[in-house]
C-alpha cells in the first residue's frame, strides 16, 4: 500500500520530497490520477517532479500501461531506508483489525494477530499491554461464517494483485443452482457483515472483453469454487459509478431524489449523519424535519424506512411512497387471524 502524504504541501521542493516518499513506498504501480489527489497539485505538476527525480539519478521510474492508463513505480535501491515503528499507528491498526475481523477466515485472523504482534516488537520505547489485540470491538448480527471460503478468497485476492481473470462457479440464489462465469474480479468489499466480491463478467475465451457496461457484485459466501486463468484483466477495468455518494449500495438505476418526513424523536439519529453527497433538511414548527437526499437503491430505501416504523413517512416519489404502504400492509396482512 502506498504511503499516504495526502496533505497541503506548499513548495515544490516539498512535493519533490512526498512524491520520492510516495512512489518509495508503494509496492504497486501508481496511476497519474491518484499521485495528482494525493500531492493535490496537477498532472503536469506530477510529470515535471517526476522528470526531476529521473534527471537527479535518486531512482529510475518504470512506466507501464494498465489498461488505457500510464502508472509509475519507483525501482527500489537494493537497501530502502530504515524507518521507525509508529506506536499510534500500530494501535490504530490493531482497533481496525478489530472492526473488520468478525467477517473474515479464522486463518486471516490469527495471521492478522500474528502479523501485529510480531511488528510490535520492534517498538523499543513503547511497552506492550496485554490488551494490545483487542482495544475494540464490533458488534454483528447474523453474521457469516466466511472460514470454509478461505481458499476462494484466497484465490481471489491473487487473482485481484496479479490482474487475472477467475472462473468461477457461483449459485446466484440460496437454491443451489450453480452458475459458471468469468469474472475480472478487483476488488473485495465488506457490506452488512458479508464479504462480496467487486469486478466484471468477461467473455469466456480469447481477450477478456466485458460482457456489459456495468460492476457485477457476488457474495463470497455463494461461492463454490473460483480458479485464476491465463488471460488478463486489462480490457475490463472498473466502471466508474456515477451515483457514488447516493444513499444504498446497491444501483438499482438511475440517481432519483427523496423527501422523507422524519418525527423529532429520530432528529438526533438522522441529522447526525450523512446519508447521502446531496442532502439538506428542513425543520418545521413543531419539531419534526424533512430529510432530502439522493438514493440510488430504492430497495433498500424502503427497508430504511420501515426500520423507523411510524417515524418516518416517505413524500416523494409517489412510487416509492406506494411501495412502502404495500409492504406496510403486508406486514399487517401477516399478522391477521
Given at each position: ?95 481496525c483489525k478489530n472492526f473488520l475481523v468478525k467477517m473474515l477466515p479464522q486463518k486471516m485472523k490469527l495471521n492478522i494477530d500474528a502479523v501485529i504482534q510480531e511488528t510490535s516488537a520492534y517498538l523499543s520505547d513503547e511497552p506492550i499491554t496485554e490488551d ?157 424535519f424533512v430529510l432530502t437526499m439522493n438514493a440510488r437503491s430504492s430497495s433498500e430505501l424502503i427497508s430504511w424506512v420501515l426500520s423507523f416504523k411510524d417515524t418516518a413517512t416517505v413524500l416523494e416519489p409517489k412510487d416509492i411512497r406506494e411501495k412502502v ?13
Amino acid at each position: 500500500m502506498a504511503a499516504n502524504v495526502k496533505q497541503n504541501i506548499a513548495s515544490p521542493s516539498e512535493k519533490l520530497i512526498a512524491l520520492y516518499s510516495l512512489l518509495l513506498f508503494a509496492r504497486y504501480p501508481l496511476s497519474l490520477t491518484y499521485i495528482s489527489e494525493q500531492l493535490q497539485c496537477s498532472k503536469q505538476s506530477v510529470l515535471r517532479l517526476i522528470e526531476r527525480i529521473e534527471s537527479s539519478g535518486y531512482g529510475r521510474i518504470t512506466r507501464q500501461k494498465k489498461g488505457r492508463e500510464t502508472v509509475y513505480i519507483l525501482s527500489k535501491p537494493r537497501n530502502l531506508p530504515k524507518i521507525s515503528i509508529n506506536s499510534e499507528g500500530l494501535y490504530q491498526l490493531a482497533l481496525c483489525k478489530n472492526f473488520l475481523v468478525k467477517m473474515l477466515p479464522q486463518k486471516m485472523k490469527l495471521n492478522i494477530d500474528a502479523v501485529i504482534q510480531e511488528t510490535s516488537a520492534y517498538l523499543s520505547d513503547e511497552p506492550i499491554t496485554e490488551d494490545f489485540l483487542s482495544v475494540g470491538d464490533v458488534y454483528t448480527k447474523g453474521s457469516v461464517d466466511h472460514t470454509p471460503y478461505q481458499p476462494i478468497l484466497d484465490t481471489l485476492i491473487e487473482a485481484i494483485r496479479k490482474h487475472k481473470v477467475c472462473k468461477i462457479t457461483y449459485s446466484p440464489t440460496a437454491n443451489n443452482v450453480d452458475k459458471e462465469y468469468f469474472l475480472a474480479p478487483h476488488r473485495v468489499t465488506a457490506f452488512h457483515d458479508n464479504l462480496y466480491v467487486v469486478g466484471r463478467l468477461v467473455t469466456a475465451d480469447g481477450v477478456a472483453e466485458p460482457l456489459n457496461d456495468h460492476n457485477n457484485t457476488f457474495l463470497l459466501h455463494r461461492f463454490k469454487q473460483a480458479e485464476i486463468t491465463h488471460r488478463n484483466t486489462d480490457l475490463a477495468p472498473m466502471v466508474a459509478d456515477q451515483s457514488e455518494g447516493a444513499f444504498g449500495w446497491f444501483n438499482s438505476g438511475d440517481v432519483f431524489e427523496t423527501k422523507i418526513l422524519f418525527k423529532k424523536e429520530v432528529a438526533g439519529y438522522v441529522t447526525s449523519r450523512t446519508w447521502s453527497n446531496k442532502q439538506s433538511v428542513e425543520y418545521l414548527d413543531n419539531g419534526d424535519f424533512v430529510l432530502t437526499m439522493n438514493a440510488r437503491s430504492s430497495s433498500e430505501l424502503i427497508s430504511w424506512v420501515l426500520s423507523f416504523k411510524d417515524t418516518a413517512t416517505v413524500l416523494e416519489p409517489k412510487d416509492i411512497r406506494e411501495k412502502v404502504i404495500d409492504a406496510a400492509r403486508g406486514i399487517l396482512d401477516n399478522y391477521q387471524d
